[in-house]
């Protein structure tokens, strides 16, 4: 491992080394790299390296999640992918929900290296069947648009975006015995209406690289998806400037795709959509 690529991994991020050719997974907002292991492990049966760096202010501390900004969390995926694509052929990103938005603006800015683009559950809009409308439509703007934001934080509740009872389970008995390193495991399930805020301004910054990204893009979105409907997949569907998009609508899953029922289906999609667009693959194709 290099000394660059270990800098960027922090105290939760993993990487290990397996071909010429990398994957970069960018967890969620609040999130953790262990929420991303189930990809990260077929992606490396696939014959992929794979790296999920720790984003900057997460897995830590509210206070240090108050004070990273978006810029600081995209800071992370671009030092992270700058060395991987030093040491390998072919870098690919996928991110998960806020993490699919900083992979979008990724791919906008250093366009044809980025060699293919997964978005798992990405988020535009917060509309979801578990998101009350006065809370997205009068609550929200009300507090995260005034110097209120600064102070007041929302605590996640059930289901967390998983449908699975199990997993749920193991998620609610982490809150409930206040574990040590429960940030590390499964995130801060308490977000600040400031870190709210530089969402949103992310959500501005992907929506205005859409038109900008051309690498091949697989979407991936659950039908029941509790935070962010599937209006959002159909979204990048529309405006995304890439000729190469597939789509993979999933049941019985909600939001966290790579932690619930389908999270197997969804890393070997992930996966054999990275495949195909290998070098090699490619050469064949044409």
Known sequence: MSQAIESLLGPAGYYTRRGEDAVL?????????????????K???????????????????????????????????????EALKAEHRQVYVA????GALLALRLAAEKGERVAGLGLLSATFFYDGW???????RLLLPLVIYSPLRRFVSWAETSPYGIKCERTRAKVQ??????????????GIFR???????????????????LSH???PTLIVHALEDDMASVKNAHYVAKHIA?????????????????????????AERLSNFFTQHLPQAAAVAA
Request: charged fraction near 25%; charge should be positive; include cysteine.
């Open 25 to 41: 997974l960018v967890h969620g907002l609040t999130g953790t790299p262990a929420e991303m292991r189930s990809a990260a492990k």
């Open 191 to 209: 977000t600040p209406a400031v870190t709210i805020h530089e969402s949103v301004r992310l959500i501005r910054a992907a929506r205005q690289a």
């Open 213 to 215: 990204v051309h690498s």
């Open 95 to 98: 991110g998960l929900s806020m």
């Open 43 to 81: 992606l490396q049966q696939q014959g992929f390296s794979v790296m999920c760096p720790r984003l900057a202010g997460h897995c830590g501390s509210i206070h240090e999640l108050k004070k990273s900004r978006w810029q600081d969390w995209y800071g992370t995926v671009e030092q992270s992918f």
């Open 130 to 136: 578990n998101m009350p409308k006065y809370k997205r």
């Open 242 to 266: 890439a000729r190469q998009v597939e789509t993979f609508l999933v049941d019985d899953t909600y939001h966290v795709l790579t932690l619930d029922k389908r999270r197997h289906q969804v």
């Open 173 to 186: 008995a982490v809150l409930e015995n206040r574990e040590a390193n429960a940030a590390e495991q499964f």
